[in-house]
């Protein structure tokens, strides 16, 4: 009744590695120069005196007119003109100064706020007094950042930087809105060394659920393809055809196991969660007190579901909302307040919004019959 665990994916830095060496440079130039030596000298000797004749002093040197792209030509350079400005590195610093790991993150507010994963800026905050962030823009201006808020649960934190005259920000669209196939671009400095890079994919898959950590288990993902590495962490995936942020690249398959496999967190997950980080510093999220495992496709239309919707309980907490209304393991939960559970509509996904003391409806599906239990949701924090 159950499917397999989400797969495993990875978001940890590797080695670090550098561009091509100056000597790689140098060595091209030196082919290309003596090319070039070669054939003038082939030319000018296979001319009599008689046919050497002064050249005519031009009256002035003739220049090549600058290549204009028209607007709208390259839909992928106007993104990244208009984008590029708003996205950010942020690199974490030790009390000593030394830097200790870096990311991407990009601009949601112009008071300041600059957004970016979670696991980017937890092990700073962890570091002790005086651990610091630094957040680069793409025209180089650095400048310091103070931690707002984190939520471990959705992988998203929130920072804030002085605000500044001309401050741009990324719009956050309407992440259900996208459609798989959508060309999207994604914006970060991977490895941390090379800034801004700019890599082009598509939305290969919406509503993934992925393991993040052991306990941690993320919804709500945006699939795609686009080249996205260790380093691209908190930088924004933005729907190329509106130029608006649809998610924030996050987690990648592991190298070894495949290849263009992507997830980013959800604008609409963003939104929700960096509004109430600005406003109360921390998530306090309601609670219902269940475990539970997607219904597995053969299950689901067994019970006449669609292949991909509900979930089952698998644990029931002792003393939680769940357990004061009536929820029993094995319950096959089908909608939250009559919105149905599926894989663009994860119930993690849905919850994000209810608060502590908040009512929710759940429809379940118990010994073949159908019903419907309210929960008085309880208080749980993160952050």
């Known amino acids: 009744?159950?499917?397999?665990?989400?797969?495993?994916?990875?978001?940890?830095?590797?080695?670090?590695?550098?561009?091509?060496?100056?000597?790689?440079l140098l060595l091209v130039g030196v082919i290309l120069g003596g090319v070039?030596?070669?054939?003038?000298?082939?030319?000018?000797?296979?001319?009599?005196?008689?046919?050497?004749?002064?050249?005519?002093?031009?009256?002035?040197?003739?220049?090549?007119?600058?290549?204009?792209?028209?607007?709208?030509?390259?839909?992928?350079?106007?993104?990244?003109?208009?984008?590029?400005?708003?996205?950010?590195?942020?690199?974490?610093?030790?009390?000593?100064?030394?830097?200790?790991?870096?990311?991407?993150?990009?601009?949601?507010?112009?008071?300041?706020?600059?957004?970016?994963?979670?696991?980017?800026?937890?092990?700073?905050?962890?570091?002790?007094?005086?651990?610091?962030?630094?957040?680069?823009?793409?025209?180089?201006?650095?400048?310091?950042?103070?931690?707002?808020?984190?939520?471990?649960?959705?992988?998203?934190?929130?920072?804030?930087?002085?605000?500044?005259?001309?401050?741009?920000?990324?719009?956050?669209?309407?992440?259900?809105?996208?459609?798989?196939?959508?060309?999207?671009?994604?914006?970060?400095?991977?490895?941390?060394?090379?800034?801004?890079?700019?890599t082009v994919g598509v939305v290969s898959g919406k509503g993934r659920r992925v393991q993040e950590t052991q306990t941690v288990f993320l919804d709500d993902l945006i699939q795609t393809d686009a080249a996205i590495n260790p380093g691209n962490s908190g930088g924004p995936l933005i729907w190329a055809a509106v130029k608006q942020v649809v998610g924030m690249n996050t987690l990648i398959a592991d190298p070894n196991q495949a290849q263009g496999l992507g997830f980013a967190i959800s604008a609409n997950t963003i939104r929700t969660v960096s509004d109430e980080l600005i406003k109360n510093g921390k998530i306090e999220r309601g609670f219902i007190g269940i475990q539970y495992a997607p219904l597995s496709p053969r299950a689901a239309v067994a019970l006449g579901l669609p292949s991909a919707a509900a979930i089952q309980i698998s644990a029931v907490v002792a003393g939680s909302p769940a357990a004061a209304a009536g929820l029993r393991v094995g319950d096959v939960v089908t909608k939250l307040n009559d919105q149905p559970i599926d894989q663009e509509h994860p119930l993690q996904s849905l919850m994000v919004k209810f608060r502590p003391?908040?009512?929710?409806?759940?429809?379940?599906?118990?010994?073949?019959?159908?019903?419907?239990v309210e929960v008085t949701l309880g208080r749980a924090t993160a952050g």
């Open 1 to 24: 009744m159950y499917e397999p665990a989400p797969p495993s994916v990875s978001y940890e830095p590797r080695p670090r590695s550098s561009g091509p060496s100056g000597a790689a």
């Open 357 to 372: 003391g908040d009512k929710v409806r759940l429809a379940i599906l118990r010994d073949s019959a159908t019903q419907t």
């Open 36 to 198: 070039a030596g070669g054939a003038t000298a082939t030319l000018l000797e296979g001319r009599t005196p008689a046919e050497l004749v002064p050249t005519p002093v031009p009256t002035a040197l003739a220049t090549t007119a600058p290549v204009v792209v028209p607007a709208g030509v390259d839909p992928i350079v106007d993104v990244a003109k208009e984008m590029l400005p708003s996205v950010v590195t942020v690199v974490n610093r030790l009390p000593s100064g030394q830097q200790q790991s870096s990311g991407s993150g990009f601009v949601v507010d112009a008071r300041g706020y600059v957004v970016t994963n979670n696991h980017v800026v937890e092990n700073v905050r962890g570091g002790g007094a005086g651990a610091s962030f630094d957040v680069i823009f793409s025209d180089n201006q650095t400048q310091k950042a103070t931690l707002v808020g984190r939520d471990p649960d959705t992988d998203i934190a929130v920072l804030q930087i002085p605000a500044r005259a001309n401050l741009r920000v990324a719009p956050l669209a309407n992440s259900d809105d996208v459609p798989v196939g959508a060309t999207v671009v994604a914006i970060g400095s991977p490895l941390g060394e090379f800034q801004n890079t700019v």
